[in-house]
């Protein structure tokens, strides 16, 4: 499984996921076991100081299961993302209370009903968007895995209503059979119509 992420991180890069740019000095990795996005958010942002020339940033990788040391990464394990406890830890480690970019490869247990699952995903997307006011920054980035189907409109949705720009990639990596797809949203903007507190 390991190598399979790999192979869509390796993909997002391809097909321009670093769009948010080397502005971005801080990442939060949902759902980040085995560790291999957080591998990838490590480089980008020269996490581990490897590039004296770049500014060093912050990786921060949450996740129910017990995730191995990645050198520049801090991990939150286990931690459940829809427990507001982990909200307040995560606020608590991010330099400054904030994220430039939310990464999501959560997905809850499979249970073989196709319809239950994907509920069951879009609720836990939802559950993370529902954290962004209070960790990602301004025109951060937020990216989310989720299977197509019925209730994808409700994420895009909220995206849309959140973020300047919202699109949906299919990394080269995912099989073609396969409903796996994510969202990108780009420039967020907090929920229109929002008070501003």
Known sequence: MAGY????????????FHTAGSRCKN???????????????????????TDPSSPVGFVL????????????ATFLCPAD??????????????????????LSDMAPNATGFRDLDHDRLISLCLTLLSMTPDILQPRGTFLCKTWAGSQSHRLQRRLTEEFQNVRIIKPEASRKESSEVYFLATQYQGRKGAVKQ
């Open 61 to 72: 990788g949450v996740d129910l299961l017990h995730i191995f040391p990645v050198e520049g």
């Open 27 to 49: 990442r939060t990795d949902c759902g980040a076991a085995p560790g291999a996005w957080s591998q990838v958010a490590v480089q980008k942002v020269n996490a581990a100081g």
């Open 81 to 102: 993302v829809t427990d507001p406890r982990t909200s307040q830890r995560i606020l608590e480690v991010l330099p400054g209370g904030r994220a430039d970019v939310i």
């Open 5 to 16: 992420l790999k192979l869509v991180c390796a993909s997002f890069q391809r097909q321009g």
